[in-house]
């Protein structure tokens, strides 16, 4: 926690906007700058993404509301998991313009690494309701295994 030095602004009106001139300054001096698609209140196009483990097999699902499923490929190289899509916008109500609007639209890829013990020639992908699902198993090597106990007879003395 900082110290801050207390001023009495109300006696100090022009040192007031000055004041809190440098606190807004000082809130976006290490604002991060992600690429953005346009305009002042835009995010980066990023959808969201759960990665679940199961015992013999990964779960990835990936937020894709209001996609064709054409419009989205899926790919596997060297270990890396690749999304990559272009949600198109949607025509402009007729009678009326648009006031706001919150949903994005443009071209998107998410990479996630994958751990080696993914077997990737066994992986599924289906899209339904919006959200993309991407099983990947893991490979016989890699799943837990049962061994089962012998019992051994103690001899007697």
């Not at 100090?12 to 606190?23: A, G």
């Not at 990964?58 to 209001?66: F, R, S, W």
């Amino acid at each position: 926690m900082a110290l801050v030095r207390w001023r009495d602004r109300e006696l100090e009106p022009v040192d007031t906007f000055h004041w809190l001139q440098e606190q807004i300054n000082d809130l976006f001096a290490d604002f991060p700058r992600w690429p953005t698609t346009r305009g002042l209140f835009e995010r980066t196009i990023s959808p969201a993404v759960d990665v679940i483990e199961g015992p013999d097999r990964y779960t990835v699902e990936c937020e894709l509301p209001g996609m064709d499923q054409k419009d989205i490929d899926v790919s596997i190289a060297g270990g890396v998991l690749t999304v990559k899509g272009e949600k198109k916008g949607q025509q402009e109500s007729k009678g009326g313009k648009v006031y706001r609007k919150e949903s994005w639209e443009g071209s998107f890829q998410r990479t996630l690494s994958l751990p080696q013990n993914v077997d990737s020639g066994k992986v599924e992908a289906s899209y339904k309701h919006g959200v993309l699902q991407i099983v990947l198993p893991k490979s016989e090597s890699a799943r837990a295994k049962r061994i089962p106990l012998k019992t051994k007879a103690l001899k007697s003395s």
